[in-house]
């Protein structure tokens, strides 16, 4: 390897002073003319020179790294995404992205964060791959982000998805088809998850926005996967003919290809029969079906860049600990069509284009 090509080389280059060479690549306001910035600027580029990141850093008290601590990465499907997002931000300014996975081991957390700050990182993250609020470590800075999560007990600035946007743009689209029976097939895993309520709430907003009368039959629970989304269908299409509905709004895709396969067991065909609407934008899910699903996409590539932005102090946040809310597009494909002829209806008034109900989290 040969020597670094230091700040002394692209002086002697230019035939300008050592000082002269640092004012104009540090961009300082000063008198020297627009001709010799630009033979300094050109002898750097011919000799190779780059600043030196480290000898910058001790000078200013930064080592250019973000830290960024998760629960769970390698068996998560959307984990990738909003590394992305907060690796890319990181890069585009400078600063290397450490990771940290701890398998949700709070011991392993502390450790993390002790081994982050030992680092000196300029900052951290701290991430769940769920939508959740967490408990976070004693020893978690205070100027730490909050990534796909928030906490009541130890706030600190968080971006999560706009889950009740996201229902209600899943239901609102159903409506706008036509449908006045809508079922929602929720997860059911113990204790309901935050962005389950959520989503169920933007599903509540839109039957009260159209006055459509709210069926509890028509909310069904199953596990969140393809067998439980087809279980959950098959309750769905025990009910009697009148009382069926016509759209299903599904917590996630893959409970939404399981209602794809209970469907087809059954004679029936999305969207002719059935209209269906799923969530996350899950990669090699949704637009695979057939017909591809229309779904809402969760945002993790957009969160990732906030949270890195925040943490680096590149993007402004609101001075509040109510999370920022991430919207969640709604992409539509194929899978919902109007109601069929003869299908069993709610009486209700028409179709309202007003939106109104409670975001909080």
Known sequence: MGARVTIADVAARAGVSISTVSLVLNNKPTR?????????RQAAQDIGYSPNKVAQGLRRRLTHTLGLISDSIATTPYAGQMLAGAQDVARENGYMLFLVDTGADPEMEE????????????ALIFAAMWHREVSPPSNLPKKAV???????????????????????????????????????????????????????RGYLAVHEEHDLPVDPALHVKGASTHDGGRQAAEQLLALPASQRPTAIFCFNDRMAAGLYTALRCHGLNVPTDMSV????????????????????????YEMGKWAAQVALGIRAHAASDAPY?????????????????????????????????????
């Open 32 to 40: 020297i003319s627009e001709e010799t910035r630009e033979r300094v």
């Open 111 to 122: 450790d993390a964060i002790a081994q982050m700050r030992a680092q000196q990182v300029d």
């Open 146 to 200: 909050y990534l796909d999560c928030f906490s009541h007990e130890a706030p600190r600035p968080s971006v999560i998805p706009d889950e009740v946007a996201g229902g209600r743009a899943a239901v609102q689209h159903l409506v706008d088809a036509g449908h006045t029976r809508i079922a929602y097939v929720d997860v059911d895993e113990g204790v309901p998850p935050v962005a389950s309520e959520l989503r169920h």
């Open 277 to 300: 609407v799923g969530y996350d934008d899950q990669q090699l899910v949704a637009a695979e079906l057939y017909p591809p699903l229309t779904t809402v996409a969760l945002p993790h």
């Open 325 to 361: 809310l991430m919207p969640c597009p709604l992409i539509t494909r194929e899978s919902v069509a109007s109601p069929p002829v003869g299908a069993p209806t709610h009486p209700g008034g028409e179709a309202s284009k007003k939106h109104k109900g409670d975001h909080s989290f």
